[in-house]
């Protein structure tokens, strides 16, 4: 079976220039998370969508960043403009939803912002 | 939110059980304790999760205390495969896990 799919698996770019990440969500599955990881803060959650609609956008930094889902099968994390201190890695998640569901993690984006 | 806490890391042989603690004081009745392992270059995954009763699955099993404030994720026979970050989660919510740091497990050959 599928898993999530993430791309591209790497992204260097300069910085100011607009990053856009990609994720696909497990077929069926309803609800979609976006994470960052750092060494210094860890695991972040970032944003949460349930039936393609926002819920829960706190854990977005700044205005820089914004995400979408159009559909169940597609979603889009931007920044714009970027910053060296969002090199990270990030990764997309989905669940069937609720407390008993586990997550199903992709394999991330590793983003460098020279 | 209720955070957990972790050793650092752990070392265990091949072939021997582990046994991965977390501390969890300030869990809420409606918490549940989910555990996931990151291996190298890999997004987190899921291992098992529990609400009350002891739990086990294909992967583990999970012990949790009687007044919740502490669970131990046990690996029965630990292999190379199993070296990971493993991070014990709860869920203050209807989805949001809070990710402390994690412990390092390095299983030795």
């Known amino acids: 079976d599928a898993g999530v799919i993430q791309s591209p698996r790497h992204e260097v770019t300069e910085m100011g220039q607009e990053v856009t990440l990609r994720c696909k969500p497990i077929?069926?599955?309803?609800?979609l998370f976006w994470y960052r990881q750092t060494m210094m803060r860890g695991l972040e959650l970032l944003i949460y969508?349930?039936?393609?609609?926002?819920?829960?956008d706190s854990g977005m930094p700044e205005d820089r960043f914004s995400a979408k889902m159009p559909n169940a099968s597609f979603s889009t994390l931007k920044i714009q403009p970027s910053e060296p201190r969002d090199s990270a890695v990030y990764f997309c998640a989905s669940s069937l939803g609720g407390l008993r569901q586990p997550q199903h993690f992709g394999d991330g984006t590793r983003l460098s912002i020279l | 939110d209720a955070k957990t806490t972790q050793p650092n890391s752990m070392e265990s042989n091949e072939e021997e059980p582990v046994h991965l603690p977390c501390n969890h004081s300030t869990i809420s009745g409606t918490d549940y304790i989910h555990w996931y392992r990151q291996l190298p270059s890999q997004g987190p995954e899921y291992v098992i999760h529990?609400?009350?009763s002891n739990v086990n699955n294909r992967m583990a099993s999970l012990a949790i205390a009687e007044d919740r404030k502490s669970s131990t994720l046990i690996l029965h026979r630990a292999t190379l495969r199993d070296a990971a970050v493993y991070y014990c989660t709860l869920t203050p919510g209807t989805y949001k896990y809070i990710f402390g740091t994690g412990t390092r497990l390095k299983v030795l050959a």
């Open positions: 969508f349930n039936n393609n609609v926002p819920i829960d």
């Open positions: 077929s069926g599955h309803n609800s």
């Open positions: 529990g609400l009350t």
